[in-house]
């Protein structure tokens, strides 16, 4: 079976429409160990393809067939790092944000955000005024134990991982609670009624036109899922609270064709004003870890009891299982814990992937399962229960994909072909266009990013 198939069968699509994916090969397309292209192709190839589909079901037609090119897919894996504000490059990591030397081995940290890199120090007992804290936490980090640290930051809130091999990976009882389920979570909630769509017709054909969608993600994953249903048409809400902050290159990189506001929903107003919204809603995207938006209401089942035929995605680093179930993380620390970081380091010290393919996989996926529970609501109805998880990405990445010596290609790899400009209320953006492709769909989104947090709290 290949990745795509692998795919697109753990979506519960039908086998016999995979010919209808089209691909082309490009040379030196994201070089690693592990088979990424591999997997982010196939990733960007079953969006694509659940796009089409979607499209068949709303036109009455057959389903388009649904283009795939190593090009378009690379660029948009580092879409983070081609992006341009007025000329200016994204800043990416944070200085704390790195691989560090322990006593006996590795840990990295994740402090991009301000409240993560006080946690970090503060837990480690590291001065915040320090003009270097980064030579003095390296001086802690050299005489305490790797794993000793990941759980002292993480007991205060912040973020550190201590390096694992694939093996180690394996028997640790998140490891194991990982690899016991499925690529792609797939639930019926209820037995709600079918709520028909209105037939498309227009240029380009846009499967998720109409539908509106609540986006409550953040950093990569979550965005890359709900940025795809933009492209496709919805009309997509992001919300964020008031009290987190967000980092501006991040906002203009992965909220093209959305619209972005705040609500503190521990606030009465505005706990009103999601009601409002979800009243009214399609589509809800979570990203925070599980059981953090649970006392808001907002667990799957709850949501679909207040708004029957609604369909719920819900992203998390570590899965809504295991020991791990209730703590954050990120793309590059999940690399770290599932082995990921040691197969493609060196002797010398650990490595990475490419680009933040776990993040960027995991997000075309969760747009795919989206568009297919939407498909399958219009024969059955029902509300609907998508789940997916970085570590469970990672899980398929090093144990579900042979390993493969690079194949004939068709052509060599310029980013600069699937590279855009557009102005905005940001500035001028140099951005990557979307990978997802298919016959007689959109070519780019209808709209540039605006303001993080400036338009109202209601449907468009």
Same mark, same amino acid.
């Given at each position: 079976?290949?990745?795509?198939?692998?795919?697109?069968?753990a979506?519960g699509?039908?086998?016999?429409?995979v010919?209808?994916i089209s691909?082309?090969?490009r040379?030196?397309?994201?070089?690693?160990r592990?088979?990424?292209?591999?997997m982010?192709?196939?990733?960007v190839?079953?969006?694509?393809?659940?796009?089409?589909?979607?499209?068949?079901a709303?036109?009455?037609?057959k389903?388009?067939?649904?283009r795939?090119?190593?090009g378009?897919?690379?660029?948009?894996f580092?879409?983070e790092?081609?992006?341009r504000v007025d000329g200016?490059?994204p800043v990416?990591f944070?200085?704390l944000?790195r691989?560090?030397?322990?006593a006996d081995?590795?840990?990295?940290?994740?402090?991009?955000?301000?409240?993560?890199?006080?946690?970090?120090?503060g837990?480690l007992?590291?001065?915040?005024?320090?003009?270097?804290?980064?030579?003095?936490?390296?001086?802690?980090?050299?005489?305490?134990?790797?794993v000793?640290?990941e759980e002292?930051?993480y007991?205060a809130?912040?973020?550190?991982i201590a390096?694992?091999?694939?093996?180690?990976?394996?028997?640790?009882?998140q490891?194991?609670?990982?690899?016991a389920?499925?690529?792609?979570a797939?639930?019926?909630?209820d037995?709600a009624?079918?709520?028909?769509l209105?037939?498309l017709?227009?240029?380009?054909l846009?499967?998720?036109?109409g539908?509106?969608?609540?986006d409550?993600?953040?950093?990569?994953?979550?965005p890359v899922?709900?940025?795809?249903?933009?492209l496709?048409?919805?009309d997509?809400?992001r919300?964020?609270?008031?009290r987190l902050?967000?980092?501006?290159?991040q906002?203009?990189?992965?909220?093209?064709?959305?619209?972005s506001?705040?609500?503190?929903?521990?606030?009465?107003?505005?706990?009103?004003?999601?009601?409002e919204?979800? *009243?009214e @809603?399609?589509v809800?995207? /979570? +990203? &925070?870890r599980p059981? !953090?938006?649970?006392r808001?209401? #907002?667990?799957?089942?709850?949501?679909?009891?207040?708004r029957?035929?609604?369909?719920?995605?819900?992203l998390?680093?570590?899965?809504d299982?295991?020991?791990?179930?209730?703590?954050r993380g990120f793309?590059?620390?999940?690399?770290?814990?599932?082995g990921?970081?040691?197969?493609?380091g060196?002797?010398?010290r650990p490595?990475?992937l490419? *680009?933040? @393919?776990?993040?960027?996989? /995991? +997000? &075309?996926?969760?747009? !795919?399962?989206?568009?297919?529970a #939407?498909?399958e609501?219009?024969d059955?109805?029902?509300?609907?229960?998508?789940?997916?998880?970085?570590?469970r990405?990672?899980?398929w990445?090093v144990?579900g994909l042979?390993?493969?010596?690079?194949?004939?290609a068709?052509?060599s790899?310029?980013?600069?072909?699937?590279?855009?400009?557009?102005d905005?209320?940001?500035g001028?953006?140099?951005y990557?266009r979307?990978p997802?492709?298919?016959?007689g769909?959109?070519?780019?989104?209808?709209r540039?990013?605006?303001?993080?947090?400036?338009?109202?709290?209601?449907?468009?």
């Amino acid at each position: 079976m290949t990745p795509t198939d692998f795919a697109w069968a753990a979506l519960g699509g039908d086998p016999s429409l995979v010919p209808q994916i089209s691909a082309a090969a490009r040379e030196g397309v994201l070089p690693a160990r592990l088979p990424v292209r591999a997997m982010a192709r196939a990733c960007v190839a079953v969006c694509a393809l659940a796009g089409a589909e979607l499209t068949a079901a709303r036109t009455g037609g057959k389903v388009p067939e649904a283009r795939v090119d190593d090009g378009a897919v690379a660029t948009a894996f580092h879409s983070e790092r081609h992006l341009r504000v007025d000329g200016r490059e994204p800043v990416n990591f944070a200085p704390l944000s790195r691989f560090w030397r322990t006593a006996d081995g590795w840990v990295r940290t994740h402090a991009n955000y301000p409240h993560h890199r006080e946690r970090l120090l503060g837990a480690l007992g590291v001065p915040e005024g320090r003009d270097t804290p980064a030579e003095v936490l390296a001086e802690v980090l050299a005489e305490r134990s790797a794993v000793e640290v990941e759980e002292t930051v993480y007991a205060a809130g912040g973020l550190a991982i201590a390096l694992r091999t694939p093996g180690q990976w394996a028997t640790h009882p998140q490891g194991r609670a990982i690899a016991a389920h499925p690529l792609v979570a797939r639930e019926r909630l209820d037995t709600a009624p079918v709520r028909p769509l209105v037939p498309l017709a227009g240029d380009p054909l846009l499967p998720a036109a109409g539908l509106r969608v609540l986006d409550l993600t953040r950093v990569i994953a979550g965005p890359v899922a709900t940025r795809t249903l933009a492209l496709l048409g919805a009309d997509v809400l992001r919300i964020d609270s008031p009290r987190l902050p967000e980092i501006d290159d991040q906002h203009a990189d992965m909220d093209f064709g959305k619209r972005s506001t705040t609500l503190d929903l521990s606030a009465r107003a505005d706990r009103s004003a999601f009601e409002e919204l979800l *009243a009214e @809603a399609d589509v809800v995207v /979570t +990203g &925070y870890r599980p059981g !953090a938006l649970d006392r808001f209401g #907002l667990c799957p089942r709850a949501l679909a009891e207040r708004r029957p035929g609604l369909v719920v995605a819900q992203l998390s680093a570590w899965g809504d299982y295991g020991p791990w179930s209730g703590r954050r993380g990120f793309d590059s620390l999940v690399q770290v814990a599932t082995g990921i970081a040691e197969i493609e380091g060196s002797a010398e010290r650990p490595g990475a992937l490419p *680009a933040q @393919a776990l993040d960027h996989g /995991t +997000g &075309y996926l969760l747009a !795919a399962a989206v568009l297919r529970a #939407l498909t399958e609501q219009l024969d059955d109805g029902g509300s609907r229960f998508v789940r997916l998880a970085l570590a469970r990405t990672a899980e398929w990445l090093v144990n579900g994909l042979a390993r493969q010596d690079e194949e004939p290609a068709d052509a060599s790899y310029e980013p600069a072909r699937w590279l855009a400009g557009t102005d905005s209320d940001l500035g001028r953006l140099r951005y990557a266009r979307s990978p997802v492709s298919f016959v007689g769909g959109p070519a780019d989104w209808a709209r540039p990013p605006g303001r993080l947090g400036t338009d109202p709290a209601r449907w468009a």
